[in-house]
Structure formats: C-alpha cells, structure tokens
T-cell receptor, first 114, second 112 residues
Framework: NAGVTQTPKFQVLKTGQSMTLQCAQD?????MSWYRQDPGMGLRLIHY???????DQGEVPNGYNVSRSTTEDFPLRLLSAAPSQTSVYFC?????????????FGSGTRLTVV | QQQVKQSPQSLIVQKGGIPIINCAYE??????FPWYQQFPGKGPALLIA?????SEKKEGRFTISFNKSAKQFSLHIMDSQPGDSATYFC???????????FGQGTRLTINP
C-alpha cells in the first residue's frame, strides 16, 4: 500500500512547454484533488474529481487540464507552461463519506518554469 | 481573497513552550476546521480537526480552541518539542465537500 504517489518529484520547464504531472493512489479512493502551494498563499485547489469520468474546477484552474479515466490515476496537464505556474503541486485523495478527515496527500512535485 | 486568514507567518518558541497559531474566517457556512502539519519535502498530514458545535478539542499535546461568535480558531501545542518544528496550516470546508480552503501557513521552529 503506497498511498498517493506523485511523479516526478522535480521538474524544470521552459515557458511554452507542456507536461503532465502524474498522480496515482492504490487505496481505491474515489475522491482526488490537485492543489498548488505557493509561499504566503497556503494550498489552493486546482481541479478535483469525485470519481472516474467526473472532474470539476477548483479555485485556480486556468492553465491546467485534468482527466480521470480510472479510479487510481488523476494526471494534471500543463498545456503551455508559464512562469506563474512555478509552484509545488500536491495531489490528494480520500474515500467518500469521510469528509475532509480522510485526505491523504502525496509528497509533491516541485515545478520550475523558466 | 483569502477566505481563511492565518497568523503569524512564522513563530519561534523554546522547547517546552506553548506556541499558538490563530486563524479567522468569514464564511459562516464553513462547518469543519482541520489543521495540517507539513514537514519539509512532504505533503500535509491531518493533525486534528474540529466542528463548530464544540469549543475545544484535544488530541495528545495538540489542542484546538474554537470561538464561533468571533469566527476564529486556534491551535495550541503543549510542551512543544524540536520535532514539532514544521509548517502548520489551518483549513475550512463546508460539510463533506471536496473543497478545502487553506490558510497561508505558519512556519514553526522549536528551539532546543
């Protein structure tokens, strides 16, 4: 049981490049989310999913796309990276019915856009 | 607009002291208030949480105090230890909703 696994741990992109941040969980959690963490801003919700095939926008969705084809995986796509997307990205998951008590976070992906 | 405001941004306390971290919110629909602890290079981990129908909740050395009328809640760490040095986030949500709203975070340092 690995919990929530994020890859890569570190990434440097050039402005305009695209990439996908991977998130996988082996706990059969239906709910998954992506947050970004910036100094002085706390964590802000980007996108979330309540199950396979269902996604919705969070607080800061612009510049990011998501899809949820399986329960286990919830990738986050940056189509054209911008310096403003330099941040630490966290994926989180939880089973339904436990409210926010059940959230498990991954260890994060540190992204730098130059 | 920050829906949950956290202070201070950083805090240094001697071992054995009682650091206090404060949070304030505006949205009275919030009904669940968790605190998360984050160590460098790791994701946040749930520390303790409270609902507004109680004024205090204690788990080990960690206590949440909640003031519904003032729309404020705080985290107290009793007998603090160097191993408690971490960044702490308060958060809020509505019911079992997917969306957690976080405070700005407090970097706590406990000196030996």
């Amino acid at each position: 049981n690995a919990g929530v696994t994020q890859t890569p741990k570190f990434q440097v992109l050039k402005t305009g490049q695209s990439m996908t941040l991977q998130c996988a969980q082996d706990m059969n959690h239906e709910y998954m989310s992506w947050y970004r963490q910036d100094p002085g801003m706390g964590l802000r919700l980007i996108h979330y999913s309540v199950g396979a095939g269902i996604t919705d926008q969070g607080e800061v969705p612009n510049g990011y796309n998501v899809s949820r084809s399986t329960t286990e995986d919830f990738p986050l796509r940056l189509l054209s990276a911008a310096p403003s997307q330099t941040s630490v990205y966290f994926c989180a998951s939880r089973p339904p019915g436990q409210g926010v008590n059940g959230y498990t976070f991954g260890s994060g992906t540190r992204l730098t856009v130059v | 607009q920050q829906q949950v405001k956290q202070s201070p941004q950083s805090l240094i306390v001697q071992k054995g002291g009682i650091p206090i971290i404060n949070c304030a919110y505006e949205n009275t629909a919030f009904d669940y208030f968790p605190w998360y602890q984050q160590f460098p290079g790791k994701g946040p981990a749930l520390l303790i949480a409270i609902r507004p129908d109680v004024s205090e909740k204690k788990e080990g050395r960690f206590t949440i105090s909640f003031n519904k009328s003032a729309k404020q809640f705080s985290l107290h760490i009793m007998d603090s230890q160097p191993g408690d040095s971490a960044t702490y986030f308060c958060a809020a949500s509505i019911g079992g909703a997917q969306k957690l709203v976080f405070g700005q975070g407090t970097r706590l340092t406990i000196n030996p």
